[in-house]
Each structure stands twice: as C-alpha cells, then as structure tokens.
C-alpha cells in the first residue's frame, strides 16, 4: 500500500541507523531533528489513512475515524477487538490451527510458521519491536505530581518492563524465547544489534517510528495514548495464537502468554488504554470545549493508525522465505565452513577431527561437516550445551571472537537441525504427551528406581526419566531380538491396538521415536535436557 511503510531511508539514513540512533538518543542529540520529521511523517501519512475504511488494513473498517463520544469511541474500539479476537484467534482455532497461506485472511494466515526454521525466522524478525517493549512510554509520564491518565499509563509501562522481576520484564521474556531457537542476541543497544544481517531491514521500522515520537512525549502525548491503545488492542489477538505456536515446537510461551492475560479489555491494559483516552478527551471538553475535544480524540486516533500501519515487514518476509526454504542450516553451515578456509587451514596445529588434521579439513567443507556433527564438541539438537559454544568461543576459549554474530547464529541453526539423540527425543516426546497423558491412566503403575517402589503413570509424565525407567523395568520394550519385530514390543503393542484414542493420539513420527528408541536399547537421559516447560494447553477465554 502506498501508505504502509516497510524499510525506509529518512534524512539519508535507513531504518537500522535510525533505530540505533533513536534507542540511544543521549549519545545523538545532533540526530533529534529527524526523530520530529520521522514523527509528522507516519502521523500525516495516518491522517489520510484513516479517512475512509481500506481494503489493506486486517478488515477495512478497522482505522476508519469515528467522532468522539464516550459511546461512539467505546462500541468502535471494542468492536476492533472483538473482530480482531475472532478473526485472528478464534477462527484460526476453529480451523485447526493452519500454518499454511490462507487468502483472504488476515495477513493471509500463520504462514511463517510450517516449519521450526520458518517460526524461528519470523521471532528473530519480531525481535527489534519485542525487545524494546514499552519503548513508546519510556518519557510519557513527567517528573513530578502526575494526574489520572499519567498514573494508567505508568501502570501500564511499569508492567511491561516488569515490575522489579526481571523474569517478568516483557524484553527480557522474549529474549529467553531467542535463546531458546538457538540465537546469540548483542545487546538491543549496540550497533552490532541492527547490523545483522538475517534481521530485516523493515523490521525495524515500527519500533523505530515510537521511539522517535516518544522523544517527544508533551508534544505528542495525545498520539502516545494512541499508541498504548492500538498496541493494546491488537496484544491479545496477536499474542494467544502466537502462544500456541510456540507450545506447538516445544517453546516457553511465557512472552505471549504475559500479553494474553495482561492486555485484554475486560480489566487489563487495553481497558487501562480505553478508559485514559477517553477521560484524557473529557478533561480537554470540560476545559477547552467541543471543537478541542474533537481535535484530541482526532489526534489520538491518528496514533492509533500509524501505529498499526508504518513498519510491515511482512512482504520482505514473504520474499526472504522463499530464498530461505531454498538453503537448509546445514547448507549454510557448509558455507560457512568454506567461507573460513581461507584463514583457518592454518590454524590449528596438530589439532585433529576423526583423526585427520583439523587444517586440511576444510579443504572438504561437507566432510568436516559431517565429521564435527558426531563430534564432541556438539551435542545435536541443543547448541546450549554444545562445547563448540560454550567452550571454544567463549572469552577464554581459542576461537573467541573468530566469528561474527550473524555466523554464530548460523551454527547453532545447524546444532539444532541436527537429529538429537535418541533418548531426548523420547524424553520430549513423553513431555508433549503430557497435557493429555497426565489425566488418562487411572490407578495404571510403573516400577520406578530409587527405592521409591511405583509410582501412577499420570504423575510420571512430570518426570519423563522416571517414566523411561519404569517402562524399561517393567518389561514394556522387551521383544525377541532374533525371531520377532520391535511392533512386538508391549509399548507398541499398546499404542497402536486395542484403545483408539491412545491409537489417535500418536501420529507416525511418535511411533518412529518409539521404534528407534526401544531399537538402540531404551537409553535413558542423565539429566533432563535444557528445555522450556510449556505453560498452557487449553484454548484462551475470551470476554468482555
């Protein structure tokens, strides 16, 4: 759309510089000017925009102006809500949760998220907008004794950076969500930061236009009530499928799930949002009239839509998946590999990889490929506990600062994508079976170590090592090695005769993992693996 804007060049600088610029305003003063201009720009492209309903917007009614009156702004926005909820949410449940393109639906669906390495794209692109969270307040409430309105939007920005907990704080949470996809973040601050290349350039535009008006927080306190009411109100409907998703591949929805609970508009923040604008309106008509009153609520509104137009990445991230789905993380990493040759085949000494001179390795990228996967210094599946980053590029490791940030985010992609070993793929699978499994075995036991005698199969499910124990002592994997099949197995058997919702409950790649782990001799973790615990499983309520 010719008002939407993606990546943009502003007074001879693109979106990255001007993030980095705007996030760090006490060290460029001298760039103040274009935080105004950057400023005025999204909000008269917004006053065009919101005249008349648009085709492009996520329904064509959705920024379409309305004049003030407490009735008229209240049905209007908490229409928008209500619409966004069912279309976003609702009905995407209702449809069985597609991850695929869907014309005619918003944002024409959860399409970035088919596959772990498309989700883990799009949250990378999230990461510019999430990890400055609150941002558009961070001046909105003066020094000094504040009023009624200043108080609910301090309520609102204390909750997003936490209160105090920093294992509440908004920024903090979703960056626990990077970690846990296998990105190295810099610090949001740093020039390092918006210089990574597999960021777009488009996603940083939206968090770059508030920070540039919050910078002017009296000018444009009517806009920033705008801003805490849109956000507000898209929160919720973005935030609950977005929750699923994560539970869906295993990850903590903790960030989404935050914005589900706190900003609904039944008493959390887009009611906080609702109620400051509208009594911000009223105090203006009891002061200053009609005609000022109708001038605030419009400037408001203009907040509110440029908030939800400027910075849609979504079309560059259209284009860059159709490259991305092209080249898999271990064709990458190859690369990768290739690209270092140059410096490293003179490196290493007499250090050796499956016996064969580290150096002369990379004359062969897919063989030390396949060589460094089965290595020590990988664990598949989990770069966090992986020597390759904990060891040999840490401050004290021999290859500290060999790599950029953007390649070291190549070689944990490629550690993930590596198959990981058997039993955690057999302890994550016990784990995913939970929510259902926990409730479905009535008085059923397993023998488990420990001296603790049995234990109920519903409880195991909390501690899958116990439950792989129990099933290897109780004789569940046992089956005749040189006559018989694994299928003759008692863990097979159960899962797929005789009860058809136990049948129904696992698809063919569980079964697989089943297969393979009773074939390799039922191994049984250590310790459990560094992984997330999902928070949620039931469909979010929704009401007003």
Known sequence: SEFQLGALSFGGYNSRDLFHFFINHDQHYDKLHLAKEFSEFGFKMAEEYMKQDQPDADFPSHFTFVPYSPEAVTKKVISNYNTLWNKKYAEWMKRGMPTTFEEGVIGNGMWWAGNFERLRLWLLQRAPFNLTDGSWLRQAVPTGPINEVEAKLFSVFIDEIGNGDVQQNHCNCFSDVLKSVGYIIPDVRSREFVDMKEILESAFTKPTFVMAASLFSSTYFPEILGFTLWLEVESPPEHAPCAKLLEKYNLNPTFSLLHTAIDNMENGHARYALDACIMYVEDIKKKKGEQAAQEAWRRIWRGYTSYGIVGDFYPDLFKEMQEFDKQCPRQKFIELIRSKSQFGNAQHGVIRLDGQLLDKMFGDPVAFEASLATSKYVEPGDPWNSLFLT??????????????????????????????????????????????????????????????????????????????????????????????????????????????????????????????????GSPVPSQPPKRYEVKSNAQFVHKL
């Open 391 to 520: 060891r040999l590029i840490q401050f004290d490791g021999p290859m500290y600062q060999v790599f950029t940030t953007d390649e070291l985010n190549i070689i944990t992609a490629w550690i993930i994508s590596l198959k990981p070993k058997i039993e955690i793929q057999m302890y994550e699978l016990i784990s995913r079976k939970g929510f259902v499994g926990n409730r479905k075995h009535g008085s059923m036991t397993l023998p488990v170590g420990g001296g603790e005698g049995k234990r109920k199969i519903d409880e195991l499910f909390n501690d899958p090592i116990k439950f792989m124990e129990g099933l290897k002592t109780a004789g569940y994997c046992d089956f005749d090695r040189k006559k018989g099949s694994v299928d003759d197995a008692r863990l097979i058997r159960m899962v797929t005769g005789g009860n058809k919702q136990m049948t129904l409950s696992f698809t063919t790649s569980d079964l697989n993992v089943m297969r393979e782990w009773i074939l390799a």
